[in-house]
């Protein structure tokens, strides 16, 4: 059963450290999309990518999130020095990015408390 | 100190009842419309999706309905059971394969 995968589930860690996360899209889709979710913001976009190509990162601060797709099987958010504000859910979803079909399949996502 | 959530709007239906949970999407522009659900402790779920060139689309149990002169969006879900007790969320994506902006939730509470 094609899933896509998030690493890790959960992560605790300390103001100014960095964070990675990892997701590994379905085998064949090539966009890959980023989400926080929050009780206050709901689910909120972050960046996507087509083709391993960074296509919309607008709602990512700049200054301490960066979004990579090193290639087509691993798409990675960094948080670098991490802040309480950025606890949240954050999750990955990839989908075939036909305009056919554009449904998102999502991750079990990687919950982060930053303390 | 005491943080204030979201109160998310909730939807109290007795198993067996059918259900409707209302959406309203901002964009006029917006082309295609999706319902995912959302179990405590998981991810979105894929329920139903429609394109705005249609009013109406059914699946299994479940129905959508698509008002764009009203820019309205309903999920039904017929013979409502336990298991359907989640989050729902409508979603609108203003261009053929991109992305796709999330509305606010509905949590569907199922009394047995």
């Known amino acids: 059963d094609a899933r896509v995968t998030q690493t890790p589930r959960h992560k605790v860690t300390e103001m100014g450290q960095e964070v990675t996360m990892r997701c590994q899209p379905i085998?064949?889709?090539?966009?890959v999309f980023w989400y926080r979710q929050t009780m206050m913001q709901g689910l909120e976009l972050l960046a996507y990518?087509?083709?391993?190509?960074?296509?919309?990162d607008s709602g990512m601060p700049k200054d301490r999130f960066s979004a990579e797709m090193p290639d087509a099987t691993l798409a990675t958010l960094k948080i670098q020095p991490s802040e309480p504000r950025d606890s949240a859910v954050y999750f990955c979803?990839?989908?075939?990015?036909?305009?056919?079909?554009?449904?998102?399949?999502f991750g079990s996502g990687t919950q982060l408390s930053v303390l | 100190g005491e943080s204030v959530g979201l109160h998310l709007p909730t939807l109290s239906v007795q198993e067996g009842d059918n259900s409707i949970i209302n959406c309203a999407y901002s964009?006029?522009?917006?082309?295609?419309f999706i319902w995912y659900k959302q179990e405590s402790g998981k991810g979105p779920q894929f329920i139903i999706d429609?394109?705005?060139?249609?009013d109406k689309r059914q699946g299994q149990r479940v129905t959508v309905l698509l008002n764009k002169t009203v820019k309205h969006l309903s999920l039904q879900i017929a013979a409502t059971q336990p298991g359907d007790s989640a989050v729902y969320f409508c979603?609108?994506?203003?261009?053929?394969?991109?992305?796709?902006?999330f509305g606010q939730g509905t949590e569907l509470s199922v009394k047995p």
């Open positions: 429609i394109r705005s060139n249609m």
């Open positions: 085998l064949g889709h090539n966009t």
């Open positions: 979603a609108e994506s203003p261009t053929a394969g991109g992305k796709l902006i």
């Open positions: 964009n006029s522009a917006s082309d295609y």
């Open positions: 990518f087509r083709n391993r190509a960074p296509l919309d």
């Open positions: 979803a990839s989908g075939l990015g036909d305009s056919t079909n554009e449904k998102l399949f």
